[in-house]
Each structure stands twice: as C-alpha cells, then as structure tokens.
C-alpha cells in the first residue's frame, strides 16, 4: 500500500510508461511466469526482469515462487484509475 508522499511518487513514475501498465493488466488475472511475460512483450530476459522489479519497488506486483502477480494495491489500480480512464 502507498502511505507516504514517496511512495505515491515513486508508483506514479514507474506506471507512466505504458509497457509497464500492460505488463500490470497482463498479470492481474492470473499468475504469470517470466517467460510468459518476455513472450507476451517480446521481451529480453534483462528488460522484463528490470520492468518487473520497478513494478515490484511500486507495490503493485510480488514475485511468487510460481511466477509474478498482482497486489491488492495493483488491482485497487487498476480499478480505480485504469479502467476509469477507459470508461471516461
């Protein structure tokens, strides 16, 4: 969760670049491996693993055992700004 003035900085500079919210909305409904996530974005091993830790310093995915999924922070942004934008 965002608490500080920092924190809310921080996730809003790392879900300015589109790549990075659709990797998040590619995540949201199931848990996804690396691979799945370097196939889906063409990828390099190195660029999705560095998008996937800035996704994680925001908050709003983890690293399972398993793969990579979403926070409840991720899915409260999802809902509240993602989808708001698109329904606007």
């Known amino acids: 969760m965002w608490v500080t003035a920092e924190d809310h900085r921080l996730a809003l500079e790392v ?3 589109r790549l990075r919210r659709n990797i998040l909305r590619f995540i ?4 996804r491996l690396l691979g799945e996530i370097e196939e889906e974005f063409d990828l390099s091993p190195f660029l999705a693993m560095y998008h996937l ?3 994680e310093k925001a908050l709003v995915i983890e690293e399972m055992d398993c793969g990579y999924r979403i926070t ?3 899915a409260l942004y999802l809902e ?3 989808m708001r934008q698109v329904s606007v």
């Open 15 to 17: 879900l300015q670049l």
């Open 28 to 31: 949201c409904h199931k848990t």
């Open 53 to 55: 830790s800035m996704l």
């Open 72 to 74: 409840p922070t991720g």
């Open 80 to 82: 509240k700004v993602e």
